[in-house]
């Protein structure tokens, strides 16, 4: 599985971006697809994940960005995104992409992170 992020840039405080994940390869071994931030001099944090479920994919989001993020996922396009709307500068970090599956053919567990988009948020 290859990732490719894309849409980070710099906006002001209030504003809106929209991040995109490509997903390629081995698409349909994906369980759950994330959003990780690393800040500078900080951990990478988790943002918000989308795992499969029986029937729907089911979404959790950290506290800091509930009401303000929304992820969501397009099966046809295998692409992953993440709405961010009224952004803070203590959102500013460098957003990651993350898909963990099953390879179908080894039956082992993978997890592969994208190349990171930054996103910087000015006051």
């Known amino acids: 599985v290859q990732l490719v992020e894309s849409g980070g840039g710099l906006v002001q405080a209030g504003d809106s971006l929209n991040l995109s994940c490509a997903a390629s390869g081995s698409t349909f071994s994906i369980n759950a697809m994330g959003w990780y931030r690393q800040a500078p001099g900080k951990q990478r944090e988790l943002v918000a994940t989308?795992?499969?479920?029986?029937?729907?994919?089911?979404?959790n989001y950290a506290d800091s960005v509930k009401g303000r993020f929304t992820i969501s996922r397009d099966n046809a396009k295998n692409t992953m995104y993440l709405q961010m709307n009224s952004l803070k500068p203590e959102d500013t970090a460098v957003y990651y992409c993350?898909?963990?599956?099953?390879?179908?053919?080894?039956?082992?567990?993978?997890?592969?992170w994208g190349q990171g988009t930054q996103v910087t948020v000015s006051s």
């Open positions: 989308i795992t499969r479920g029986a029937s729907i994919w089911n979404t």
């Open positions: 993350n898909a963990r599956g099953t390879s179908a053919y080894t039956g082992d567990d993978y997890s592969y």
